[in-house]
């Protein structure tokens, strides 16, 4: 049974629009899961209602089997972390972390226990007694995540933590928050805009578009089989084929070039699309003759990437963007002659 399981949630400001729409999410209990999509998609709605913020206009929250949907927002032990941390500055660390403590009347030596214990947990023992302004951006986060731990929470919720800190840091505080998850096992729910950052500390991730989750899945799973196109260019596909098809696994373009997919997808008879990321494009020999999915083209642009150089390739098809190794650099002008594998075509 599923810890976390928002039933047709829809959420409207002003009775009109939806900001949510009949949205369903499973979460099971210790698992990391993000909300992720583009600014206005409902995710911070989603993380609010289950917070207690905002209550639907339809549908139910369910925590543990109990019905959460009207509870209010100090009833619910739940811990929560803002991107803008919300620290109170006259407070020293300890004070920070033992406010939540101090608001549920524990006595003073329960309190100092606990606060030990968290601030140990997130390596904070030693600034105990500074003041967030003494404090660097991640050295305040983990005061932030401290805060909400110590009250032992049966859920964490976590609103684009990271997004007041530098890039390295970024990197360094989410390694630190999944290990911190992992080590409790607590529930966790994540919202985020950063698909590298999501992905990499997630155990499962709804994708959000127009307050609907247009794929639930592990990060791989959507990251190599998005559902939807939405899906598939948020997560890095460029290249887009609109396709029918005539066969099994064969399709074809409305300019008459047919492809191979090994990707099988439901009501494929439909007119669909044919997706496929720039790094699995092939440029290969013009010579060659004996593999599915080719298609002539011509270089118009050349981007250097460090590691790779990029190329939009003016084809039948319209622009392709393909990425090619240093080993071989094409110009201008050149013509080359693309390959798309089959086990890389996704149809979405």
């Known amino acids: 049974m599923s810890l976390i399981n928002l039933k047709d949630l829809t959420v409207s400001y002003d009775g009109k629009t939806d900001i949510l729409e009949e949205l369903n999410l499973q979460v099971e209990k210790g698992q990391l899961v993000s909300l992720l999509g583009p600014s206005g998609c409902g995710k911070t709605t989603t993380l609010r209602v289950i917070a207690g913020f905002i209550e639907p206009t339809k549908g139910q929250f369910i925590f543990d089997n109990k019905d959460y949907t009207n509870i209010p927002v100090h009833k619910r032990n739940f811990g929560l972390v803002f ?13 920070n972390v033992a406010f939540g403590l101090k608001m549920r009347k524990m006595d003073k030596e329960s309190i100092t226990q606990d606060v030990k214990k968290i601030l140990k947990v997130v390596n904070l ?14 050295q305040r986060q983990r005061v932030a995540i401290a805060r909400a731990l110590v009250i032992q929470p049966d859920l964490l919720l976590l609103d684009e933590p990271l997004s007041n800190l530098d890039a390295k840091l970024r990197l360094n505080m989410r390694v630190e928050i999944r290990k911190l998850q992992k080590q409790l096992g607590i529930t966790t729910v994540f919202v985020t805009h950063d698909q590298e950052e999501c992905f990499s500390i997630s155990d499962k991730v709804a994708v959000m578009n127009g307050g609907v989750i247009e794929q639930y899945d592990a990060p791989e799973k959507i990251y190599s089989y998005p559902a939807t196109e939405f899906v598939a260019r948020f997560v890095g596909f460029e290249n887009f084929i609109k396709l029918k098809q005539i066969g099994e696994n064969n399709y074809v373009s409305e300019e008459g070039i047919q492809f191979v997919s090994d ?29 599915n999915n080719m298609i002539n083209g011509e270089i118009e642009i ?21 990425n090619g190794s240093n080993d071989q650099k094409y110009s201008q002008g050149d013509k080359v002659r693309l390959y798309l594998p089959s086990n890389k075509l996704i149809l979405v």
Do not use: C, M, W
């Open 125 to 138: 023992e030693e600034y105990s007694t500074r003041y967030p302004k003494e404090l660097s951006g991640g």
């Open 302 to 322: 050349r981007t250097y990437l460090g590691k790779e150089y990029q190329y939009a390739v003016n084809t039948a098809l319209g622009t392709l963007i393909v």
């Open 263 to 291: 990707f099988e997808k439901e009501n494929s008879k439909e007119e669909i699309k044919g997706t496929i990321r720039p790094d699995d494009i092939q440029i290969i020999d013009p010579a060659a003759t004996d593999l």
């Open 83 to 95: 991107q803008s941390y919300a620290l109170f500055p006259h407070l020293t660390v300890f004070e």
